[in-house]
């Protein structure tokens, strides 16, 4: 049986039954090729055995019917597993397309969602800077509207709303500056009116003043604050007010308390400041001073460096402790200091035609 099952037999058999007990067990019938091989290219395409007939499978025996039953059974159990696994892959093939897909879909949204919530947040920030310019420009109005009012506790108030404004919108500070500054000049002692010597400026010029000091440090391209010409002696500023590149040429500012105050790179050419108090760390470095008062001036830990001294009058004057590094002191009149020749010599980029020593006695009480 086993020899019969494998289509061996004893005895030699015709080809067709060979063929038919080959095709019964599922076994392809032996091929014997030449000597050395055929080559590839003329290799004979494999053989596809019919299935056998009735009558074939009748004269069988019954050993024989069962075997090829059940490989016949296997072949098809085999046939099912294999169409089930092709079923499979192709439904996790088109299960991953999907998923792909979905996934693909859901980028595209998210993506789609992250570029509407940028344009919605660019578009509310663009409101809501378009919404504060415009409260900005009305706060401006009414607070102009109402700086020119007779009442000087309601121009104190707009001078005050006006520093907050200037504060809050960086767009109109140079513009509000300009405003403070002028106002400034409009409400000081008229040209050639005398100002007794202890009368304080009006509150609404020193409050103008004040605020103008508050102002944020403007860069260095932006306008100064024009206050050329102004008349406030005894002026008092504090606490580290900003007059930072402004305009003072000329000014009268005689007995002004100006402590710890920045005006670094200001212009007070021909300004009068005789008497006034500067100590207290104010800085002038790099400010123009030439041809300005200084007499009797408290300098005490002042910053004068690089500074134009050219001409000044600095009779009598504190120095004490003061900044004097590459300072221009050609023709400036120091007798009556507390500086030393030699120390100023030392410090200063220039002392040609500079006075030094005591003050005449004719001049030492005046």
Known sequence: MYRRLKGVSDKPEPPADSALKASSFGEEPPINPPEGGLPEADAPPALRIPEPTQEEIDGLSVMERLEFLERRRQRHEAEYDRQ??????????????????????????????????????YTSREDLHTSRESQFTERYAKTIEVLGSEDPSVRLGALHALGRLMADSERDRDTITAVLASYSLQHDPAPGKKIPDDVEPAPDLQAALTVLGQRPQPAHDAPRADLHGLRAPLLRLYGGADLFRADLSGADLRGAHLNHIDLRYANLSGADLDGADLSGGTN?????????????????????????????????????????????????????????????????????GTKFGPLPRSEKGS
Do not use: K
């Not at 001409?311 to 003061?322: K, N, P």
């Not at 004097?324 to 120390?343: H, Q, V």
């Open 284 to 352: 002038l470095d790099n400010a123009d001073l030439h041809g300005a008062s200084l007499v009797g001036v408290n300098l005490l830990d002042v910053g004068l460096h690089d500074a134009n001294l050219r001409g000044a009058d600095l009779r009598g004057a504190d120095l004490s402790q003061v900044d004097l590094i590459g300072a221009d002191l050609r023709d400036a009149d120091l007798r009556g200091t507390n500086l030393d020749e030699d120390y100023v010599r030392s410090l200063a980029d220039s002392v040609e």
């Open 84 to 121: 089930n696994l092709e079923a499979d892959r192709y439904r996790q093939s088109r299960h991953q397309w999907f998923n792909s897909i979905g996934i693909a879909f859901g980028v595209v949204f998210t993506v789609a969602g992250l570029i509407a919530s940028a344009v919605a947040l």
